[in-house]
């Protein structure tokens, strides 16, 4: 069974920075391609940034690149979401996803809809 922790969210104010971690278990870590998707009030739940399991590339949201960086640590099977420079409209509760494959036509789309996800955690971005 796949299981996802997330954690790291927080309010921080526009310009600032947050970390979240996502400590995952129940499946072999390198076989699945890994990620971040958040769903804000009111709107319909979007992929952030993934780890392809099948190319090792990564992919990223055009509303977060050269904001956000995903990186993984395989020995403890932990994933990570360094987000700087956020804004107000990154306000969202970000769920780690997991999925055997996201392939390459539109991983992140693929990963926010069929992927398993934990918890959520709220990150609020003040102006």
């Known amino acids: 069974e796949v299981q996802l922790q997330a954690s790291g969210g927080g309010l921080v104010q526009a310009g600032g920075s947050l970390r979240l971690s996502c400590v995952a278990s129940?499946?072999?870590?390198?076989?699945?391609?890994i990620g971040w998707v958040r769903q804000a009030p009111g709107k319909e739940r979007e992929g952030v940034s993934c780890?392809?399991?099948?190319?090792?590339?990564?992919y990223y949201a055009d509303s977060v690149k050269g904001r956000f960086t995903i990186s993984s640590d395989n020995a403890k099977n932990t994933v990570y979401l360094q987000m700087n420079n956020l804004k107000p409209e990154d306000t969202a509760v970000y769920y780690c996803?997991?999925?055997?494959?996201?392939?390459?036509?539109?991983?992140?789309?693929?990963?926010?809809?069929?992927?398993?996800r934990g918890q959520g955690t709220l990150v609020t971005v003040s102006s």
């Open positions: 780890i392809s399991s099948s190319d090792g590339n990564t």
């Open positions: 129940g499946f072999t870590f390198d076989d699945y391609a």
């Open positions: 996803a997991a999925l055997v494959t996201v392939g390459t036509m539109d991983p992140l789309g693929v990963l926010a809809e069929f992927g398993s």
